[in-house]
């Protein structure tokens, strides 16, 4: 299965050497050192020479061109989103290289780096370098970086935009110790508290079942990087948010279908 | 000339870049006319304010080639449309192609072959050499305009290397973005 979505996903990149990343239920990523436009002999906005492929491949079980509307949309909001995010100075995430809609193709910078493990510098990733070491998994440098993308989270909930996805996977730390959001694919444009409050929920049973050991203060450190950019007038809007959290947090990310 | 190729299309892209050219008006001219020696993408250096922006609406134009989904009459014209952040065609031919008085321009000629089979003898001006280094175009930009065209924001006359990478990133959202 995933073989054929390989070779699809070929046919629309030919000469472009493509390595798999990782594959979810909607796309694949690849990874590659060719830009597609720039030759190689020239440094882009990072000074990385990876760039990442997002491929959403066709969905043989939905009609055609169902699937190619679909796929076209999902590729366009997305690279939508990267575009309002480059406006919003506050909030680190990849830069938008390219788009082939019709063919569910994103172009993006690539992230992060190698962990001593080889793999690559998610949160999740790093977090989990410290399990079962106390001493190591709670120290201020933990705290500060779980604080950061806090902020990171409260910066884009500030800017009416949730990101539908959020995991400790999803987070990515570059070398300079940056947090980055990665996966806009489930992300949108929202006013609404319940968003923003289902946005936290979701990284709080992520961390609670990514990370056991120390979830506890996981959160509360993610939730005091996320309150600290709310300040003055944003006070009130802060509060709304964080009494939906609890709410949410009761009943599940799901409202109730009753009634 | 530099010549350059894209990994994932067949075409070879000849990039001319000339100065002080002085006949203009008679391209322009041309260019309406349809006369077939005149079949070059003509782009006004003024406009043009990093290698990268220049590629990626080189990109598109190719992708939309090879899809055979061209908007304009041909991959000439598609690659100025390319380089417009609106969907108006005429605008985006007026904004980035030449007028009477350019006298300095980029001229891309899109290829089959790797051999130069045309000439550019229609050109009354000197040609130079094509900066491949992003930061040199930016001395014959004018931003104002380009700041109006592409919704830059607030103008800033100048620009430190976050400003130039940051201008960069939002010609390109706006570039690969358009229409869709």
Known sequence: ?259 | MTQIKFPQFPQFINIHRFTNVLNSSEIKENLIKGNKDYDFAFINTKLIFSQSQLYSAIYRSLLELNNNNLRTKNIHSEILFCLSPINNIMEALKNFGIQNSTFDFIVIKISDNLEIDYNLNIINGEEIKFEQINNELIKFVDLKKLYKIYKLGTFKEVLNNEDILLINQKIINSIQLRGQ
């Open chain 1, 1 to 259: 299965m995933s073989d054929t979505i390989i070779e699809n996903a070929k046919s629309h990149l030919r000469n472009i050497q493509v390595t798999v990343v990782s594959q979810g239920a909607e796309a694949i990523i690849f990874q590659t050192t060719q830009h597609p436009y720039l030759p190689s002999s020239i440094s882009t906005s990072s000074e990385s020479l990876k760039f990442i492929i997002k491929y959403r491949p066709p969905k043989t079980y939905r009609h055609r061109t169902l699937d190619q509307q679909l796929t076209k949309h999902r590729t366009i909001s997305e690279a939508r989103i990267l575009q309002k995010l480059t406006n919003i100075a506050e909030v680190n995430a990849p830069s938008l290289i390219a788009i082939d809609s019709r063919n569910g193709i994103l172009w993006m910078e690539h992230i992060g780096y190698e962990l001593a493990n080889k793999d690559i510098s998610s949160l999740k990733n790093w977090l989990w370098q410290f399990n079962h070491d106390e001493s190591k998994a709670l120290t201020n440098e933990v705290q500060d970086t779980l604080r950061a993308v806090g902020r990171q989270i409260g910066e884009l909930h500030k800017n009416d935009l949730v990101h539908g996805d959020l995991t400790s996977s999803n987070i990515i730390l570059s070398e300079n110790s940056k947090a980055f959001l990665i996966d806009f694919g489930l992300s949108s444009q929202s006013t609404l508290n319940e968003d923003k409050a289902v946005d936290l929920y979701v990284l709080e049973r992520a961390i609670l079942s990514t990370h056991p050991l120390y979830s506890y203060e996981y959160n509360k450190w993610l939730l005091e990087g996320y309150s600290s950019v709310f300040s003055g007038k944003q006070e009130t809007k802060l509060k709304e948010i964080l009494r939906r959290y609890e709410d949410v947090r009761l009943r599940g990310r799901k409202r109730s279908m009753l009634g």
